[in-house]
């Protein structure tokens, strides 16, 4: 379960070139992205902070992003769920989000909860009347909630990978947890082949 106030980036079509700039793509390790998260939107060339960007509002806080339809569009990069990960994000709730966007959070521990269109609209609405509002993301229940606002909807998940959130596990983990019944599995098979 995930309780935190939320933070609302109501932009369509945030495409990962905007989420992290390619100029900051040469690292190859996952630290440090967070801090160039949305860079352009963030700061000028002088690396003066704009005052009207959310992340710069200090009256916007938490580990739940909040995003206008079609999250995640554009090219590929992985680095774009690094961002958000380094970032301290841990939930982005849009209405829709990019296919290869959303496996590459789901593979970097983000949890991408999409809602329809009115209820996205209902959340903002939300958050902008209360900055403080808090909202829980159940991921056993597949729930999201706001309980001030009598706003609750579920949203879904891939079986695997709620799973995988769970626990904690990376692919790799996940296949190392199942490796007794792996064993067991090839035992059988190795006494059907005699």
């Known amino acids: 379960m995930i309780e935190s106030t939320c933070v609302p980036l109501n932009v369509e079509n945030i495409d990962t070139d905007q989420i992290i700039p390619?100029?900051?793509?040469?690292?190859?390790t996952r630290e440090g992205f967070g801090e160039n998260l949305f860079r352009d939107w963030r700061f000028d060339e002088n690396d003066k902070p704009f005052d009207d960007f959310v992340l710069n509002n200090p009256q916007y806080s938490g580990?739940?992003?909040?995003a206008g339809k079609n999250f995640g569009c554009g090219s590929s990069r992985e680095h774009a769920a690094w961002s958000l990960s380094d970032y301290?994000?841990?939930?982005?709730?849009s209405s829709f989000f990019a296919?290869?966007?959303?496996?590459?959070?789901?593979?970097?521990f983000i949890l991408?909860?999409?809602?329809?269109?009115?209820?996205?609209?209902?959340?903002?609405?939300?958050?902008e009347k209360n900055s403080s509002v808090v909202a829980k993301v159940d991921l056993k229940n597949q729930l999201f909630e706001i309980a001030e606002f009598n706003l609750e909807t579920s949203f879904e998940i891939n079986p695997y990978k709620k799973e995988c959130?769970?626990?904690?596990?990376?692919d790799l983990d996940?296949?190392?947890?199942?490796?007794?019944?792996?064993?067991?599995h090839e035992e059988r098979r190795m006494l059907n082949l005699v």
């Open 22 to 28: 390619a100029r900051f793509l040469k690292a190859t």
């Open 63 to 66: 580990t739940i992003l909040i």
């Open 88 to 93: 301290g994000f841990k939930v982005v709730v």
């Open 99 to 108: 296919d290869i966007f959303k496996s590459n959070a789901l593979n970097n």
């Open 112 to 127: 991408p909860v999409q809602v329809d269109e009115i209820f996205l609209s209902k959340i903002f609405k939300a958050v």
């Open 165 to 170: 959130l769970l626990n904690g596990y990376s």
């Open 174 to 184: 996940y296949l190392l947890s199942k490796k007794d019944e792996i064993k067991a």
